[in-house]
């Protein structure tokens, strides 16, 4: 090969010419993709449009299967599907208003019978799935078959438990279906305790007494849906919403793009016009009365990591962005608790809110060496570096909990400081001493369920514990699950702790968090039994809202904080990074990271100063 | 090619091909570096050196500097450290995970090859039908699956999983291969002379098929344990692998998510690791490949 | 030729069965509970109890004796395991416990998106590898191929993860060439595009130089040079032509997996496609699409197996008639 030959030649020259040829057309390429990108750019920022994203993968928008406030479904569901009830946008704390009901519900004084009227004014919106593509107006009937979805076993949903043995005739008549489960007209089977009384009218009889009613009632799960729409789209019917809300489909490209559009047929809620004191300095009661809502089109990309979302944040490609509590552990571009100078500069606010989520170790309280042993449990709950944990994992955005009930619920007492919340791992070894003093040997390695996966952060969360267990002495081996998985694992072999992911507050009432303690109905995750704690837990969870109920709550939580069935970790605040073109954004606990949009106004004038002049 | 000569080159392939080897300047180079990580992975395994890997040695993801030489990762640990331990994690599964695969593939194939009929079917069948799974997907499959799984009440996560995950799939080359040979060789003449001659069956397989394809099973290791070594990786990264001790695969996760922060330490350390071990089995393989088998040309000047 | 198809169809029955099987043992006998992964949360037993029973998950593993003593006796059949093989042979792949999806649907949604990434992979790889291995085998031994040689080697060992986070960071996060993550323009594509052509450029160049270099130490080669015919006509009219068959088989053998997406690359480019639902399903216990991916491939591989070799008996006749 030491001569070249002539073809030899032209293959290099012929090589040479693609390559050029290509070149030319990559660069004028990229040099359209940039003009084409700043016309989109100006589109983006004076369209009447919000902009903000999903993290978790969306298959279908069905009241039944969205989950609660955590979730991405839950965050597009609600602009489009309403409960009866709703929680007030700007009260704290959180109070029910009606939303598709016309005031609050009638109660008979043995608490069984329950009587609500609805709106006259609701409409379904505009669809093919209606005789004449009308929306029709909803009536008492609509909110019953929503209802018994729910109780029907062939949608295997598990909002079921939350309706469970409440009301009359409901475990029967999902009986009856799961016995015959091909007769359809077993659907309509009449149910007792759910009784349309005229077109607005619904009664409701229940088993006992259940003051919670009405917060269930404000679930996403009990929206109304359209029977139509349902039997029209059958298994499609999750990817074609039809609802009330002020919101309606526009386009969806799956996992892409979500986009909601105004819906026509929308009655028109109208702004809350009383709040909280600063509320109207805030100039959260400027819309106050008008008509909702002001927003024209919700945008809702899909973008699970937490990396691009940042940067299309910072980009403006996104009003706002959530920073969830619990599973994901963003890297907020913070330094303390506040925001980089340069990005409030862009117009960017952070806000901080209590969530409703707590992180709890649980103790296996069924373990020979742990729930032997109130002074091991305490020990651990000393050696815990609960800070450490905030600062390396969470930016320092959470706060060091000092008592069960977390500050969300009315029940919260700011005065209650438990003693073994604090890090002292002195203390620990001295108890820990003590424990091996009294068993005559030391303890031997102690093994931990680890919820979250073995993936990334959580395993790093595992090394954190191991390191905060030897600190004190104590040898701890950590098996890491999925998420789901913790009560599954523990059921095939049990360990002596459990870190999951955490337990949020489904609605703001304290007998939700203690039914985690309760034994009454089969087990807990913590095989806790007390006694005591079971009899007030029964006088509790039927009682009314008063002060005694109040002190039985904190007398509770007493109880529990001296047995010591978990650790108590972490209590997590949200974070919530938007622009100052978001106007009348108040964080809701209850309506996830990103709010509901009909409360919602965006300033376009100021989004295009940000973002086109900048450019 | 008669009886003897068969043999006598069975015998002489080692010394000559280790010679040859060492002859290769590259490989001789690239064996020394697979030393030093093998010094490493048992020096890290047993716990001697960086046992105490969990340890926070610094503040958070601190730079590289002559205290931490290459850096700390968010808890604070040194980076050093943890790649020491990755490497025994990584040599252990490619080394379970290639006596595995030769093992099983070796003794599937030859007997297949040596009893023929049903047993030979069934073989095939299982080859066949596990090879069809396409690679990552059924070692994923497996290690999801064995992750969960205990033998005699020991919890196989972690090492075993992983490595039996990358066993149980890649056996089906090299007991396809060994298969294949085994039946030329059973048709060589040398093969019918020493049948001619009175020489059982196994004995024919242990003295003359064996050395005879004895070369291939180790040239098949040294190629095969590059791939071992990436999957070790992807199956941690992807949270399928150790998740008491650091591997690779979970820096690299880990660092995935510092990298964002300008700390890129960790995941040049890890990268590097795998990169430089990986470069160093495949030239060894090659060279190997080169000094043993006689099919391949000799290399030109 | 037909006789030799029909015997190679009927020669993938077993192996299908098998894989059918296989998965069966794998999965199905695992300790997972659908109640833990669609509700996790609730502690409350009918919930729980008639999830399993939507699912057909409360009947037994392998055979329904109490059925078929109660009712007729196909009822025997009525079990989880003929249920599996049922759904695989009708391809009713089932419904996935997480999106409640039917799986075929989403495997419907996520080729698309997957397509769209490996096919330009495929395209550009396979191009520029066999260029470059036509180009190294034709100055084989010289400085340039050593150095690409080397290349190649060095370019194999990279640690594909690495390649892509780097790539993702400095492309993308800092310099800003690309989107980061998502879907929906070419925009998309274009760098995980180039970054999988990049991981696979080492080993297939290497493997296509080789195929060539195998092909020139033929005797025709050698008869061809003594009779003095040009080196690059010998290299482009009769070794290429013969180097053919291997690389087409290794590319008709490729293309069916195209279609299962590339796991990776989908994943930290946030592209919603097979590889991704995988690397989801896997984290989220999602049964039902992990079984049908797994049957998918094994299907898939089937038939470029089956296409190739009846490539070769095409080409050859006398496979044919082994």
Same mark, same amino acid.
């Given at each position: 090969?030491?001569?070249?030959?002539?073809?030899?030649?032209?293959?290099?020259?012929?090589?040479?010419?693609?390559?050029?040829?290509?070149?030319?057309?990559?660069?004028?390429?990229?040099?359209?993709?940039?003009?084409?990108?700043?016309?989109?750019?100006?589109?983006?920022?004076?369209?009447?449009?919000?902009?903000?994203?999903?993290?978790?993968?969306?298959?279908?928008?069905?009241?039944?299967?969205?989950?609660?406030?955590?979730?991405?479904?839950?965050?597009?569901?609600?602009?489009?599907?309403?409960?009866?009830? %709703?929680?007030?946008?700007?009260?704290?704390?959180?109070?029910?208003?009606?939303?598709?009901?016309?005031?609050?519900? &009638?109660?008979?004084?043995?608490?069984?019978?329950?009587?609500?009227?609805?709106?006259?004014?609701?409409?379904?919106?505009?669809?093919?799935?209606?005789?004449?593509?009308?929306?029709?107006?909803?009536?008492?009937?609509?909110?019953?078959?929503?209802?018994?979805?729910?109780?029907?076993?062939?949608?295997?949903?598990?909002?079921?438990?939350?309706?469970?043995?409440?009301?009359?005739?409901?475990?029967?008549?999902?009986?009856?279906?799961?016995?015959?489960?091909?007769?359809?007209?077993?659907?309509?089977?009449?149910?007792?305790?759910?009784?349309?009384?005229?077109?607005?009218?619904?009664?409701?009889?229940?088993?006992?007494?259940?003051?919670?009613?009405?917060?269930?009632?404000?679930?996403?799960?009990?929206?109304?849906?359209?029977?139509?729409?349902?039997?029209?789209?059958?298994?499609?019917?999750?990817?074609?919403?039809?609802?009330?809300?002020?919101?309606?489909?526009?386009?969806?490209?799956?996992?892409?793009?979500?986009?909601?559009?105004?819906?026509?047929?929308?009655?028109?809620?109208?702004?809350?016009?009383?709040?909280?004191?600063?509320?109207?300095?805030?100039?959260?009661?400027?819309?106050?009365?008008?008509?909702?809502?002001?927003?024209?089109?919700?945008?809702?990309?899909?973008?699970?990591?937490?990396?691009?979302?940042?940067?299309?944040?910072?980009?403006?490609?996104?009003?706002?962005?959530?920073?969830?509590?619990?599973?994901?552990?963003?890297?907020?571009?913070?330094?303390?608790?506040?925001?980089?100078?340069?990005?409030?500069?862009?117009?960017?606010?952070?806000?901080?809110?209590?969530?409703?989520?707590?992180?709890?170790?649980?103790?296996?309280?069924?373990?020979?060496?742990?729930?032997?042993?109130?002074?091991?449990?305490?020990?651990?709950?000393?050696?815990?570096?609960?800070?450490?944990?905030?600062?390396?994992?969470?930016?320092?955005?959470?706060?060091?909990?000092?008592?069960?009930?977390?500050?969300?619920?009315?029940?919260?007492?700011?005065?209650?400081?438990?003693?073994?919340?604090?890090?002292?791992?002195?203390?620990?070894?001295?108890?820990?001493?003590?424990?091996?003093?009294?068993?005559?040997?030391?303890?031997?390695?102690?093994?931990?369920?680890?919820?979250?996966?073995?993936?990334?952060?959580?395993? &790093?969360?595992? &090394?954190?514990?191991?390191?905060?267990?030897?600190?004190?002495?104590?040898?701890?081996?950590?098996?890491?699950?999925?998420?789901?998985?913790?009560?599954?694992?523990?059921?095939?072999?049990?360990?002596?702790?459990?870190?999951?992911?955490?337990?949020?507050?489904?609605?703001?009432?304290?007998?939700?968090?203690?039914?985690?303690?309760?034994?009454?109905?089969?087990?807990?995750?913590?095989?806790?039994?007390?006694?005591?704690?079971?009899?007030?837990?029964?006088?509790?969870?039927?009682?009314?809202?008063?002060? %005694?109920?109040?002190?039985?709550?904190?007398?509770?939580?007493?109880?529990?904080?001296?047995?010591?069935?978990?650790?108590?970790?972490?209590?997590?605040?949200?974070?919530?990074?938007?622009?100052?073109?978001?106007?009348?954004?108040?964080?809701?606990?209850?309506?996830?990271?990103?709010?509901?949009?009909?409360?919602?106004?965006?300033?376009?004038?100021?989004?295009?100063?940000?973002?086109?002049?900048?450019? | =090619?008669?009886?003897?000569?068969?043999?006598?080159?069975?015998? =002489?392939?080692?010394?000559?091909?280790?010679?040859?080897?060492?002859?290769?300047?590259?490989?001789?180079?690239?064996?020394?570096?697979?030393?030093?990580?093998?010094?490493?992975?048992?020096?890290?395994?047993?716990?001697?050196?960086?046992?105490?890997?969990?340890?926070?040695?610094?503040?958070?993801?601190?730079?590289?500097?002559?205290?931490?030489?290459?850096?700390?990762?968010?808890?604070?640990?040194?980076?050093?450290?943890?790649?020491?331990?990755?490497?025994?994690?990584?040599?252990?599964?490619?080394?379970?995970?290639?006596?595995?695969?030769?093992?099983?593939?070796?003794?599937?194939?030859?007997?297949?090859?040596?009893?023929?009929?049903?047993?030979?079917? =069934?073989?095939?069948?299982?080859?066949?039908?596990?090879?069809?799974?396409?690679?990552?997907?059924?070692?994923?499959?497996?290690?999801?699956?064995?992750?969960?799984?205990?033998?005699? !009440?020991?919890?196989?996560?972690?090492?075993?999983?992983?490595?039996?995950?990358?066993?149980?799939?890649?056996?089906? !080359?090299?007991?396809?291969?060994?298969?294949?040979?085994?039946?030329?060789?059973?048709?060589?003449?040398?093969?019918?002379?020493?049948?001619?001659?009175?020489?059982?069956?196994?004995?024919?397989?242990?003295?003359?098929?064996?050395?005879?394809?004895?070369?291939?099973?180790?040239?098949?290791?040294?190629?095969?344990?590059?791939?071992?070594?990436?999957?070790?990786?992807?199956?941690?990264?992807?949270?399928?692998?150790?998740?008491?001790?650091?591997?690779?695969?979970?820096?690299?996760?880990?660092?995935?998510?510092?990298?964002?922060?300008?700390?890129?330490?960790?995941?040049?350390?890890?990268?590097?690791?795998?990169?430089?071990?990986?470069?160093?089995?495949?030239?060894?393989?090659?060279?190997?490949?080169?000094?043993?088998?006689?099919?391949?040309?000799?290399?030109?000047? | 030729?037909?006789?030799?198809?029909?015997?190679?169809?009927?020669?993938?029955?077993?192996?299908?069965?098998?894989?059918?099987?296989?998965?069966?043992?794998?999965?199905?006998?695992?300790?997972?509970?659908?109640?833990?992964?669609?509700?996790?949360?609730?502690?409350?037993?009918?919930?729980?109890? *008639?999830?399993?029973?939507?699912?057909?998950? *409360?009947?037994?593993?392998?055979?329904?004796?109490?059925?078929?003593?109660?009712?007729?006796?196909?009822?025997?059949?009525?079990?989880?395991?003929?249920?599996?093989?049922?759904?695989?042979?009708?391809?009713?792949?089932?419904?996935?416990?997480?999106?409640?999806?039917?799986?075929?649907?989403?495997?419907?949604?996520?080729?698309?998106?997957?397509?769209?990434?490996?096919?330009?992979?495929?395209?550009?790889?396979?191009?520029?590898?066999?260029?470059?291995?036509?180009?190294?085998?034709?100055?084989?031994?010289?400085?340039?191929?050593?150095?690409?040689?080397?290349?190649?080697?060095?370019?194999?060992?990279?640690?594909?993860?690495?390649? $892509?986070? $780097?790539?993702?960071?400095?492309?993308?996060?800092?310099?800003?060439?690309?989107?980061?993550?998502?879907?929906?323009?070419?925009?998309?594509?274009?760098?995980?595009?180039?970054?999988?052509?990049?991981?696979?450029?080492?080993?297939?160049?290497?493997?296509?130089?080789?195929?060539?270099?195998?092909?020139?130490?033929?005797?025709?080669?050698?008869?061809?040079?003594?009779?003095?015919?040009?080196?690059?006509?010998?290299?482009?009219?009769?070794?290429?032509?013969?180097?053919?068959?291997?690389?087409?088989?290794?590319?008709?053998?490729?293309?069916?997996?195209?279609?299962?997406?590339?796991?990776?690359?989908?994943?930290?480019?946030?592209?919603?496609?097979?590889?991704?639902?995988?690397?989801?399903?896997?984290?989220?216990? *999602?049964?039902?699409?992990?079984?049908?991916?797994?049957?998918?491939?094994? $299907?898939?591989?089937?038939?470029?197996?089956?296409?190739?070799?009846?490539?070769?008996?095409?080409?050859?006749?006398?496979?044919?008639?082994?």
């Amino acid at each position: 090969m030491s001569c070249e030959s002539a073809p030899t030649r032209r293959v290099r020259w012929i090589a040479i010419g693609a390559i050029m040829l290509l070149m030319t057309m990559l660069i004028g390429w990229l040099t359209m993709m940039r003009s084409e990108a700043g016309q989109a750019l100006r589109r983006h920022a004076s369209s009447n449009t919000i902009y903000s994203m999903y993290r978790d993968r969306i298959t279908g928008i069905d009241p039944i299967s969205v989950g609660g406030y955590g979730s991405s479904g839950f965050a597009i569901a609600i602009n489009i599907y309403e409960p009866l009830y %709703q929680y007030h946008y700007l009260k704290r704390p959180y109070v029910l208003t009606p939303c598709l009901a016309a005031d609050m519900p &009638q109660v008979s004084d043995d608490g069984l019978t329950w009587m609500i009227t609805l709106r006259d004014d609701v409409r379904f919106e505009d669809d093919a799935c209606f005789d004449s593509g009308k929306g029709r107006t909803v009536t008492a009937a609509d909110w019953i078959y929503s209802c018994k979805r729910i109780a029907d076993p062939r949608n295997a949903t598990a909002a079921w438990s939350l309706l469970a043995e409440h009301i009359v005739g409901l475990d029967d008549y999902r009986q009856a279906i799961k016995d015959d489960p091909t007769n359809q007209s077993l659907t309509d089977a009449p149910v007792e305790g759910l009784t349309a009384l005229s077109p607005t009218q619904i009664r409701i009889r229940l088993t006992r007494p259940w003051p919670q009613l009405p917060m269930v009632m404000a679930e996403a799960c009990l929206s109304v849906v359209a029977r139509e729409a349902v039997e029209h789209y059958g298994d499609q019917f999750m990817r074609h919403p039809v609802g009330t809300g002020p919101y309606r489909l526009k386009q969806w490209i799956t996992d892409v793009e979500i986009m909601l559009e105004r819906s026509p047929s929308y009655r028109g809620e109208t702004y809350p016009t009383e709040g909280e004191p600063g509320d109207r300095k805030a100039d959260l009661l400027d819309d106050a009365g008008r008509k909702m809502p002001f927003v024209d089109e919700l945008s809702f990309r899909f973008i699970p990591a937490a990396e691009p979302t940042w940067l299309m944040l910072m980009q403006g490609q996104l009003d706002m962005h959530g920073v969830p509590g619990g599973k994901q552990f963003d890297n907020v571009m913070t330094t303390g608790r506040q925001l980089q100078p340069d990005l409030v500069k862009h117009g960017l606010i952070l806000t901080r809110f209590p969530a409703v989520f707590t992180r709890w170790i649980g103790f296996n309280m069924n373990d020979p060496i742990i729930g032997s042993s109130l002074k091991l449990r305490q020990a651990i709950s000393l050696a815990i570096d609960r800070e450490e944990f905030n600062e390396i994992f969470l930016n320092g955005r959470n706060d060091v909990p000092t008592s069960l009930i977390p500050p969300v619920l009315k029940e919260h007492d700011p005065d209650y400081i438990d003693s073994f919340t604090r890090f002292d791992p002195d203390e620990a070894r001295r108890l820990i001493a003590k424990v091996e003093a009294e068993r005559g040997e030391p303890i031997p390695p102690l093994r931990m369920v680890l919820g979250g996966g073995g993936g990334g952060v959580f395993r &790093q969360v595992g &090394q954190l514990i191991t390191r905060w267990f030897d600190n004190v002495g104590l040898s701890i081996q950590i098996e890491y699950v999925s998420e789901n998985e913790v009560a599954a694992a523990m059921r095939r072999s049990p360990a002596s702790l459990f870190f999951d992911a955490g337990y949020g507050v489904r609605y703001p009432d304290v007998c939700d968090l203690f039914s985690h303690f309760y034994s009454g109905d089969g087990d807990n995750r913590y095989h806790y039994q007390n006694k005591a704690f079971d009899d007030l837990y029964r006088r509790v969870s039927t009682m009314t809202d008063s002060p %005694q109920r109040t002190r039985l709550a904190r007398q509770m939580q007493q109880l529990v904080m001296n047995d010591r069935p978990c650790v108590i970790f972490l209590s997590y605040n949200w974070m919530s990074v938007r622009y100052d073109w978001l106007e009348n954004f108040k964080p809701h606990a209850f309506y996830g990271l990103h709010g509901m949009a009909k409360y919602l106004r965006v300033d376009t004038n100021l989004r295009v100063r940000r973002l086109v002049g900048k450019e | =090619m008669t009886l003897s000569a068969a043999t006598t080159r069975g015998s =002489m392939a080692m010394p000559r091909s280790l010679r040859h080897l060492l002859a290769d300047r590259w490989a001789a180079v690239m064996l020394v570096i697979v030393a030093i990580y093998l010094i490493i992975a048992c020096a890290a395994g047993t716990g001697w050196l960086a046992g105490n890997w969990n340890d926070r040695v610094g503040p958070s993801m601190a730079p590289p500097s002559m205290q931490h030489l290459l850096g700390t990762d968010r808890l604070g640990r040194s980076v050093l450290r943890k790649m020491f331990v990755g490497a025994a994690t990584s040599v252990s599964v490619t080394v379970i995970a290639t006596t595995i695969t030769i093992s099983v593939g070796a003794l599937l194939g030859a007997a297949a090859g040596y009893f023929r009929g049903w047993v030979d079917h =069934m073989i095939v069948w299982l080859y066949t039908t596990v090879g069809s799974v396409p690679g990552l997907l059924m070692m994923l499959a497996l290690a999801f699956v064995l992750r969960d799984a205990s033998v005699l !009440g020991m919890s196989l996560r972690g090492v075993p999983a992983v490595s039996l995950a990358i066993g149980a799939t890649a056996w089906v !080359g090299t007991c396809r291969l060994i298969r294949g040979e085994v039946i030329k060789h059973q048709q060589r003449e040398y093969i019918q002379a020493a049948t001619a001659i009175g020489c059982s069956r196994a004995r024919i397989i242990y003295a003359h098929i064996l050395p005879n394809v004895g070369h291939l099973l180790i040239i098949k290791a040294s190629l095969m344990s590059v791939g071992f070594i990436n999957a070790e990786v992807t199956l941690s990264f992807l949270g399928l692998g150790p998740t008491d001790r650091p591997s690779w695969g979970t820096m690299i996760d880990e660092a995935r998510m510092e990298i964002s922060q300008g700390a890129w330490w960790q995941m040049a350390a890890a990268a590097g690791a795998v990169f430089i071990l990986c470069l160093a089995v495949h030239v060894i393989g090659d060279a190997l490949r080169d000094a043993m088998d006689p099919k391949v040309q000799p290399r030109q000047s | 030729m037909l006789v030799y198809t029909i015997r190679r169809l009927i020669m993938c029955v077993p192996t299908l069965l098998g894989v059918m099987l296989i998965t069966f043992v794998l999965f199905r006998l695992l300790p997972t509970d659908i109640a833990d992964e669609m509700a996790p949360r609730v502690r409350e037993q009918s919930t729980r109890e *008639d999830i399993r029973w939507a699912f057909g998950l *409360d009947k037994p593993m392998l055979l329904n004796f109490d059925a078929a003593r109660d009712g007729r006796w196909t009822d025997v059949f009525d079990s989880q395991f003929a249920d599996h093989f049922w759904g695989l042979i009708t391809f009713d792949l089932g419904r996935s416990w997480r999106t409640h999806q039917r799986v075929s649907r989403m495997l419907a949604d996520g080729i698309g998106p997957s397509l769209s990434l490996t096919i330009p992979i495929f395209v550009g790889l396979s191009i520029a590898s066999i260029a470059l291995g036509i180009f190294a085998a034709a100055r084989r031994g010289t400085r340039i191929d050593r150095a690409m040689l080397l290349g190649c080697v060095v370019a194999m060992n990279v640690p594909m993860l690495a390649l $892509i986070v $780097i790539a993702q960071y400095l492309f993308a996060y800092e310099m800003q060439w690309f989107p980061t993550y998502g879907y929906g323009s070419p925009r998309f594509v274009i760098l995980p595009v180039l970054v999988g052509i990049a991981a696979g450029l080492g080993g297939n160049v290497r493997f296509y130089r080789t195929v060539i270099l195998d092909e020139m130490h033929h005797d025709y080669v050698r008869t061809g040079r003594a009779k003095g015919v040009s080196e690059s006509r010998l290299l482009f009219g009769h070794v290429l032509r013969n180097a053919m068959v291997p690389i087409v088989t290794r590319l008709v053998m490729a293309i069916p997996f195209l279609m299962l997406g590339s796991l990776l690359l989908e994943r930290f480019f946030g592209i919603p496609g097979v590889g991704y639902m995988l690397v989801e399903a896997m984290s989220g216990r *999602d049964l039902p699409v992990i079984i049908a991916m797994t049957y998918l491939g094994a $299907i898939l591989f089937v038939a470029g197996n089956l296409a190739s070799d009846l490539c070769y008996a095409w080409v050859d006749p006398r496979i044919r008639l082994q």
